[in-house]
């Protein structure tokens, strides 16, 4: 069975730790008694009956999706430990319960429920019975992991207005520079060129059919999964690339950088609905905090820079008059390269994945 990879695989996933627990909850009047308990549950929920989980009809569908998704196309050790991660949430919210009531659990997959701002980064959304409402954001990893803070792309963030006000051209530097230095040295034919070898139709990648051929070519020809290889050298020039011009952008404005912080990191801060930060390890959970958001506002220089030992990581020093603080950032593949489906590693052209991973100890 081919399982799913990738964006697909990530989204479902994540469904599973944030739509699994508001349906149990919304449904139930006691916690589960393990995670077994909540994997029936929802194997045999009935998505036809109405639950507060979903804003509207269009997220109850893709909820609906996403269910079956989880049990027919996740590797099933992957879809055991995220079934438990969910059970850790489900936990979550009958202890919060206790301290403040909750009516039910709204998912923000795609809408917000009414009197939240659509730009929250919550997961989920806790309403309580004395009209309060929580934003949850969710994480699932190791006890002692750093679990990304932002999820976006390379591509994305250089198109972001704040940055393209500083350098309008920054996105095509970089195309011109990973052309350049990966994909020139890529056997394909004449008419694959620095301006074809990918377009960018509104904001998504349409790759030159001739030169998705050439990256399955060259990756076949360096033996394929073997790493070390050619194919392998040529990613992590591209991850290099990326990071460098991630770099530049960065460095060039502390306002601008500052306002990207601000609104795409998520960021554990005082708002309107307030947004708290969870983690599941196994089936538990712990709070996250962050002391990001309180020194954001004082920050007057920065710094971003490689670290020159690794592939895919790079730091970006916040410094105020007194104080430094280092924000670990992640660029990379989040797939492998696949014949079929060519678009892991150098298959991923200006769309290598972007995380902020948390402050660094």
């Not at 795609?110 to 309060?132: A, I, W, Y």
């Not at 554990?268 to 996250?288: D, G, H, R, S, T």
Request: with cysteine; glycine share 4%.
């Amino acid at each position: 069975m081919a399982y799913l990879q990738g964006m697909e695989q990530t989204t479902v996933t994540a469904t599973m730790t944030e739509l699994f627990p508001a349906l149990w909850f919304n449904t139930k009047n006691s916690k589960p008694t393990n995670s077994k308990e909540l994997e029936n549950f929802i194997y045999d929920y009935d998505n036809s009956k109405s639950n507060k989980a979903y804003v509207d009809d269009k997220d109850k569908k893709q909820g609906e999706k996403f269910i079956t998704l989880a049990f027919s196309k996740i590797e099933p050790r992957m879809k055991e430990e995220k079934i438990q991660n969910a059970y850790a949430i489900t936990k979550y919210l009958y202890d919060t319960h206790a301290e403040n009531p909750i009516s039910y659990v709204v998912w923000g997959y795609r809408k917000k429920p009414k009197g939240v701002p659509d730009n929250h980064s919550g997961d989920v959304f806790l309403m309580h019975t004395n009209k309060e409402i929580t934003g949850v954001s969710l994480k699932a990893g190791g006890e002692k992991t750093m679990e990304p803070k932002l999820n976006t792309y390379v591509g994305t963030t250089l198109r972001q207005p704040y940055y393209k006000e500083i350098d309008s051209q920054a996105e095509t530097k970089l195309k011109n520079r990973l052309w350049e230095e990966v994909y020139s040295k890529i056997k394909t034919p004449k008419s694959v060129t620095k301006s074809n070898y990918y377009e960018v139709q509104n904001e998504r990648q349409k790759p030159h059919p001739d030169m998705v051929a050439g990256l399955v070519a060259f990756w076949t020809r360096s033996g394929g999964d073997k790493t070390n290889n050619a194919f392998d050298k040529a990613y992590q020039v591209m991850a290099k690339v990326c990071r460098e011009e991630l770099v530049k952008i960065v460095n060039k404005n502390v306002k601008a950088t500052k306002e990207w912080i601000r609104k795409e990191f998520r960021l554990q801060k005082e708002q309107k609905v307030p947004l708290l930060l969870i983690k599941a390890v196994k089936e538990n959970y712990m709070e996250l905090g962050d002391p990001l958001p309180n020194f954001l506002p004082k920050v007057t220089k920065i710094k971003a820079y490689l670290n020159t030992n690794s592939v895919q990581e790079w730091f970006i020093d916040l410094m105020s008059k007194n104080k430094k603080l280092t924000l670990k950032m992640v660029i990379r593949s989040d797939s492998g390269f696949r014949p079929e489906k060519p678009k892991g590693k150098i298959g991923k052209f200006n769309m290598l994945k972007l995380q902020y991973k948390g402050v660094t100890k």
